[in-house]
């Protein structure tokens, strides 16, 4: 079993940065996909950024691509999304998800685990 934790979700105004994270444990060295989703009242769950974990390659959604950057920290292991000039529409719940190997990173029905959430809300 793997089990993930975020942190970091909290109330910023537009123009704005910070850092989510997520902490994983019970997994074992193979190769993960891990990416992180968000979902908005009445919205549907949608992707944001992923990366491949032992080889670094990563995917962004277009709406935050120049502004957010997801790396890794191989010793926690931890993956973090660092989310720079933010908009009032990138207010929503935060998920971060992980599954073993080389699956599709922007689909959400691809990912085995899923941590609780962090609410980030932008203020303009």
């Known amino acids: 079993q793997v089990q993930l934790v975020e942190s970091g979700g909290k109330l910023v105004q537009a123009g704005g940065s910070l850092r989510l994270s997520c902490a994983a444990s019970?997994?074992?060295?193979?190769?993960?996909?891990m990416g992180w989703f968000r979902q908005a009242p009445g919205k549907e769950r949608e992707f944001v950024a992923a990366?491949?974990?032992?080889?670094?390659?990563?995917y962004y959604a277009d709406s935050v691509k120049g502004r957010f950057t997801i790396s890794r920290d191989n010793g926690k292991p931890t993956v973090y999304l660092q989310m720079n000039n933010v908009k009032p529409e990138d207010t929503a719940v935060y998920y971060c998800?992980?599954?073993?190997?080389?699956?599709?990173?922007?689909?959400?029905?691809?990912?085995?685990?899923w941590g609780q959430g962090t609410q980030v809300t932008v203020s303009s």
């Open positions: 998800a992980a599954n073993q190997g080389y699956v599709d990173p922007t689909n959400r029905y691809a990912y085995a685990y």
């Open positions: 019970g997994r074992t060295f193979s190769t993960y996909t």
């Open positions: 990366i491949r974990w032992s080889i670094g390659n990563t």
